[in-house]
């Protein structure tokens, strides 16, 4: 069965660092999102990203992070400057034919930040 | 990958009963919702959806009721099985946009 990747699982990094997280989405999609989960919280929507371009982002989502399709298989999530906050488990998602309410996103793993 | 926050509700059932799991959602405009399994170091896994032209839908085992009038959506799991024992949360969505708004998850035990 098809499945999101994401890579690393872990990464524990320096309070000001800069972070990439990776995914590989379900090869046929054409929507992708990030989503994070800050431990004991909920999940919350960060961005959207639809054809080259960010369609939707939330208020989390300012200019310490950036989304980027580099190539025909990965999009990567980067945070600029980590700050202890930013700790959390970071979910990719990808979709093949629309939004969250056609019934088809799909949920990688997570990756988890430690921002130290 | 869950959620183990010290205010996480928790159902605890036995096995084999009937599991019935509860959001409340604040957003009148919502018209889309899902009902998400997450187990531990996983992320969320879509279980049943439901429109909100709709009050029951039924799946495999489980059934979404939706409450339009008080905001409110269950997730009802039949014949409970260990392999269920998870957090669950549901999320719901606007006009087709791009957002789901996910609720604060229970967690379900379920007792052999």
């Known amino acids: 069965e098809p499945e999101v990747t994401q890579t690393p699982s872990h990464q524990v990094t320096q309070m000001g660092q800069e972070v990439i997280l990776r995914c590989v989405p379900i090869s046929n999609h054409l929507y992708f999102y990030w989503y994070r989960q800050i431990l004991g919280q909920k999940v919350e929507f960060l961005v959207s990203?639809?054809?080259?371009?960010?369609?939707?982002k939330s208020e989390i989502f300012d200019d310490q992070f950036s989304v980027e399709r580099p190539d025909g298989s990965n999009f990567t999530l980067k945070i600029r400057s980590t700050k202890l906050e930013d700790s959390a488990m970071y979910f990719c998602a990808s979709s093949a034919s629309g939004g969250p309410n056609t019934g088809e996103l799909f949920f990688g793993e997570g990756s988890r930040l430690t921002v130290l | 990958g869950e959620s183990v926050g010290l205010h996480l509700p928790t159902l605890s059932v036995q096995e084999g009963d009937n599991s019935i799991i509860n959001c409340a959602y604040s957003?009148?405009?919502?018209?889309?919702f899902i009902w998400y399994k997450q187990e531990s170091g996983k992320g969320p896994q879509f279980i049943i959806d439901i429109r909100s032209n709709m009050d029951k839908r039924q799946g495999q085992r489980v059934t979404v009721l939706l409450n339009k009038t008080v905001k409110h959506l269950s997730l009802q799991i039949a014949a409970t099985q260990p392999g269920d024992s998870a957090v669950y949360f549901c999320?719901?969505?606007?006009?087709?946009?791009?957002?789901?708004?996910f609720g604060g998850g229970t967690r379900l035990m379920v007792k052999p």
């Open positions: 999320a719901e969505n606007v006009d087709a946009g791009n957002m789901l708004t």
């Open positions: 957003n009148s405009a919502s018209d889309y």
């Open positions: 990203f639809y054809n080259n371009e960010i369609s939707e």
